[in-house]
């Protein structure tokens, strides 16, 4: 689907891709300015000084410090990906900040709750294997007291890759 997205765009069109994914980072296509974003490779947009607050992650981009209201770390790479656009789009930079300072994420995206004293985190949207694993990940980092407890239900919309993502999680 993302190749789908990316050739439906015509020459001089811009792309803002994640350079750290495998897929987007071997994409070309003749005439099209690429923007990379990414964590770990050199790109036009990178992540740098990243450090677990309360409540989320800070880090900078291009020697400027935002702060992001999530537990989820893979909610970096969509960060990075909007600083890309609003500045591609002269954003001024306080406001983009501001604007990652309100992010509330969307409902059943890793909203949690508190019931009883036990936490709960709802991440029940249309899965994909890239998005569980994101999951799993942000689980397995949640310090807690007593036990950790996740319920995984089925990938949908996998075709006829469905039995063999589901075995790999």
Not at 2 to 10: A, G, P, R, Y
Not at 86 to 110: C, E, H, T, V
Request: proline share 4%; charged share 30%; net charge positive.
């Amino acid at each position: 689907a993302k190749k789908e997205l990316l050739d439906s765009l015509c020459p001089g069109d811009i792309a803002v891709l994640n350079r750290d994914d495998g897929f987007l980072n071997r994409f070309r296509k003749r005439r099209l300015k690429i923007y990379y974003f990414s964590i770990k490779r050199d790109s036009d947009f990178k992540a740098y000084n990243i450090r677990k607050e309360r409540p989320g992650w800070s880090f900078e981009v291009n020697n400027r410090p935002y702060m992001l209201k999530s537990d989820a770390y893979h909610d970096i790479y969509n960060a990075i990906g909007a600083i890309a656009i609003g500045s591609l789009f002269n954003m001024p930079p306080s406001r983009i900040r501001q604007a990652l300072g309100n992010y509330a994420g969307l409902d059943k995206r890793m909203k949690t709750c508190v019931i009883n004293e036990i936490r709960f985190i709802d991440d029940t949207y249309n899965s994909s294997p890239d998005a569980v694993i994101a999951a799993i990940n942000v689980f397995k980092g949640l310090q807690c007291v007593g036990s950790k407890i996740a319920v995984l239900g089925d990938m949908m919309e996998l075709g006829k890759f469905s039995a063999l993502e589901h075995r790999k999680i």
